[in-house]
């Protein structure tokens, strides 16, 4: 399977969240069937699983956002049962975003002379279920659920989430206009949801928790 995302060189482009309830996720998933095309990338019921690890220093300098780690996370990435991996600077300011990205089963030298620069270490392992549309002039809608974390560290704790489920609109340029008839007819809130932040902070407070049998 070849990478949902754009591969290579930075690229600006726009992201926008949303936290969406139980009860509004199914009108938000028929409303992308009707009006997108479902991701060629998706299984059988429109969805994949995208396992992700994240990042960070020994003192979680990306997690409390300190002085040089802001805006900027990398990661691992990989979709489904693919066995090539991404990996992935991000780097965001407001709604706009850069990735740098490149695909492999090594990491890339850029990658690794950044992580060392950094001093970064594997920090945080996360996974959940992702619908996937695309639509005219690159833009995407995804819709995340069944999130599921766990330390890099220590994989006795572990964190789970059954919502809510994270709308994410991504586009180049200005707010494509279906997009804009979403946004007003379903009346969604922004949020900054993130979810490393989400799972980090979990574990973070409360240490103590530990992981479920399955």
């Known amino acids: 399977?070849?990478?949902?995302?754009?591969?290579?060189?930075?690229?600006?482009?726009?992201?926008?969240?949303?936290?969406?309830?139980?009860?509004?996720?199914?009108?938000?998933?028929?409303?992308?069937?009707s009006n997108m095309a479902s991701d060629t990338h998706a299984d059988a019921e429109g969805s994949y699983r995208v396992t992700t690890l994240y990042y960070d220093t020994p003192a979680a300098s990306m997690f409390h956002r300190a002085p040089g780690?802001?805006?900027t996370k990398y990661r691992v990435r990989?979709?489904?049962?693919?066995?090539?991996?991404?990996?992935?600077?991000?780097?965001?300011?407001?709604?706009?975003?850069?990735?740098?990205?490149?695909?492999?089963?090594?990491?890339?030298?850029?990658?690794?002379?950044?992580r060392c620069a950094r001093s970064l270490e594997p920090a945080l392992w996360v996974t959940y279920q992702r619908h996937?549309?695309?639509?005219?002039?690159?833009?995407?809608?995804?819709?995340d659920g069944d999130l599921r974390a766990w330390p890099a560290?220590?994989?006795?704790?572990?964190?789970?989430?059954g919502g809510p489920f994270v709308l994410e609109l991504k586009f180049h340029g200005?707010?494509?206009?279906?997009?804009?008839?979403?946004?007003?007819?379903?009346?969604?809130?922004?949020?900054?949801?993130?979810?490393?932040r989400l799972a980090m902070a979990h574990f973070i407070e409360s240490p103590e928790v530990k992981c479920p049998t399955s």
């Open 1 to 33: 399977m070849i990478s949902p995302s754009l591969l290579g060189a930075e690229r600006a482009a726009y992201e926008l969240k949303f936290a969406l309830t139980s009860e509004l996720q199914p009108a938000i998933l028929d409303w992308a069937k």
């Open 69 to 71: 780690y802001r805006t």
């Open 78 to 114: 990989r979709y489904g049962a693919e066995d090539l991996a991404y990996f992935e600077r991000k780097r965001k300011r407001g709604s706009r975003v850069r990735k740098m990205r490149d695909a492999g089963h090594d990491a890339p030298a850029w990658f690794e002379s950044e």
């Open 132 to 143: 996937a549309f695309v639509g005219d002039g690159g833009m995407r809608l995804t819709m």
């Open 153 to 161: 560290y220590d994989r006795p704790l572990s964190f789970e989430s």
């Open 174 to 196: 200005a707010l494509p206009a279906i997009f804009r008839d979403l946004v007003a007819n379903f009346r969604l809130m922004p949020t900054t949801c993130s979810k490393y």
